[in-house]
């Protein structure tokens, strides 16, 4: 085990807030660990690694702390011939880099007034949100669409902003698409102002290829958009920033009921007229799942949120933030006709499930199997199982973790020479709380409620967190022979 040499002495006052202790806590030790021990048998044939991103604050807090404040952290597990290298590295932001060289945190969190942050930085873009891979690059982002910072896939350390060949025009959200068959790279952009939101494609080569700006009514705070072989669906719900707060200096989000849900298919490269709009009952989609081209309809599959603002009852900010982070999300499906303009949505599943993966090499095609993780009752967002939906036959299996055990984000890891979907494993970080430490899980995606194939134990804590993605061995940048 390597210990690098800018470790960070660190004593956190908590205030009683949960997603600063136990498993949220963050770390500060950045490692590298191989010969890491192994409960089972690692598959001779899953080579590549599994990154998850998530928060992870560099220094106590100023004020009340929300758990998406935190500083981005990748965890990493690098698998070849059956042995694992483990790594965690923050995400040197332009953010981070600043509090570094102060030695003290400089901004509060999204639940405390922002007139005292950087004026041309009023929240600080931490990309601790996702992590995708494209051009040979993992990209690091953040939930409230930032700069997309570049980072090397085996050593995660820090490249510097992507730039797209120097011509990004604006922000990337923190859901942006790879559509692995052509290398492109789908997103959007949203804010206060005019154009309220954008969308680009950028090419397997880094350089931006297409851009336009979208047409809104107002300013949303949309979180996840799907692309389809032709199309891409980007989404405006009743979920906005409320504009008296913002005047205030403070974030704050209000949910409209009174506004309809509405999903804007656009081909991947039309123009700004060419979008068409569908309504839907009013919601929230944090993730999607996937979309495909079916004869005369665009299908989406994705998570619903009925009620995402807390209940009236919630008093004080703490209070409001967890019952915000208390997911009541269920799986749907959406039917757009691009002949007669209709709508239809159907609820897949009444479970609470988020946080979905599912075959990415299908991404834009018609899929069958999404794999997403159940949420856990408690007070905190949790996850405590995996369920795997069948959606051609309408059931689910699932794997849980079992008790006190919390999984992560769980990407699919395709077997090489695939013939089916489903033909490869699932792999997750899961937290022990009894035991206070971590282990790599490795399941078999086809048979999910059998014992896992693998447990791999890791040297370190690996703090509850956010989205993560596997690369597999041959798309990773090779060595210069």
């Known amino acids: 085990m390597t210990l690098r040499n800018d470790v960070v002495n660190f004593a956190m006052e908590t205030e009683a807030n949960p997603y600063l202790m136990g498993g949220y806590a963050p770390v500060h030790t950045e490692i590298t660990a191989d010969d890491l021990v192994v409960i089972g048998e690692i598959p001779r044939d ?17 004020g009340r702390y929300h758990w998406f404040d935190g500083d981005g952290m990748l965890h990493a597990v690098h698998i070849h011939d059956g042995k694992v290298t483990y790594r965690n590295r923050w995400v040197r932001t332009e953010g981070y880099e600043r ?10 969190g999204i639940i405390e007034p922002l007139t005292a942050n950087p004026r041309r930085a009023p929240l600080k873009d931490t990309a601790n949100t996702d992590v995708v891979y494209h051009n040979q690059k993992l990209l690091a982002l953040w939930y409230l669409s930032g700069d997309p910072y570049a980072v090397d896939p085996i050593t995660l350390e820090t490249l510097g902003k992507e730039t797209f060949d120097g011509k990004r025009p604006g922000h990337v959200s923190a859901h942006a698409k790879v559509d692995e068959r052509t290398g492109e790279l789908i997103y959007f952009d949203y804010g206060p102002r005019p154009p309220y939101m954008t969308y680009g494609v950028v090419g397997p080569n880094g350089q931006l290829k297409h851009f336009v700006p979208i047409d809104l009514p107002g300013a949303r705070m949309p ?66 799942v996937n979309a495909w081209e079916d004869g005369d309809e665009v299908v989406l599959d994705t998570c619903r949120v009925a009620k995402p603002a807390p209940p009236d009852t919630a008093v004080g900010r703490l209070e409001k ?46 899929t069958r199997y999404a794999y997403n993780v159940h949420i856990s009752p408690e007070k905190t967002l949790l996850f405590d199982g995996i369920l795997k939906y069948d959606t ?54 086809r048979e999910i409620s059998d014992e896992p194939l693998a447990r791999v134990l890791i040297p370190q804590r690996v703090p509850i967190g956010f989205h993560a993605c596997w690369v597999p061995e041959e798309r990773l940048p090779q060595p210069s022979a």
């Open 392 to 445: 051609q036959q309408g059931t689910s299996r699932a794997h849980w973790f079992g008790p006190h055990r919390y999984g992560s984000e769980s990407p699919f890891a395709p077997r090489p020479h695939a013939q089916t979907e489903d033909d490869g494993y699932l792999l997750s970080f899961v937290y022990d709380a009894r035991e206070d430490r971590s282990e790599l899980l490795i399941l078999n995606a």
């Open 99 to 108: 509090e570094a060289h102060a030695g003290a945190p400089i901004w509060t």
């Open 46 to 62: 899953l080579n590549g690694v599994y990154v998850r991103n998530g928060p992870n604050p560099q220094y106590q807090p100023m």
């Open 223 to 288: 979180h996840d958009m799907a692309i389809t072989e032709h199309y891409s669906i980007l989404l405006d719900l009743p979920l906005i920033a409320d504009p008296s707060a913002a005047r205030e200096g403070r974030h704050k989000i209000v949910f409209r009921r009174d506004l309809p849900s509405r999903f804007g298919v656009i081909p991947r490269y039309g123009e700004a007229n060419t979008i068409r709009w569908f309504e839907g009952t009013p919601c929230y989609m944090y993730h999607t």
């Open 321 to 366: 933030m967890l019952a915000y982070l208390r997911l009541d999300a269920q799986i749907y499906r959406y039917r757009f006709n691009l002949r007669t303009g209709q709508t239809r949505e159907e609820r897949l599943d009444d479970a609470n499930t988020e946080f979905p993966t599912m075959n990415t090499r299908c991404l834009g095609l018609q």
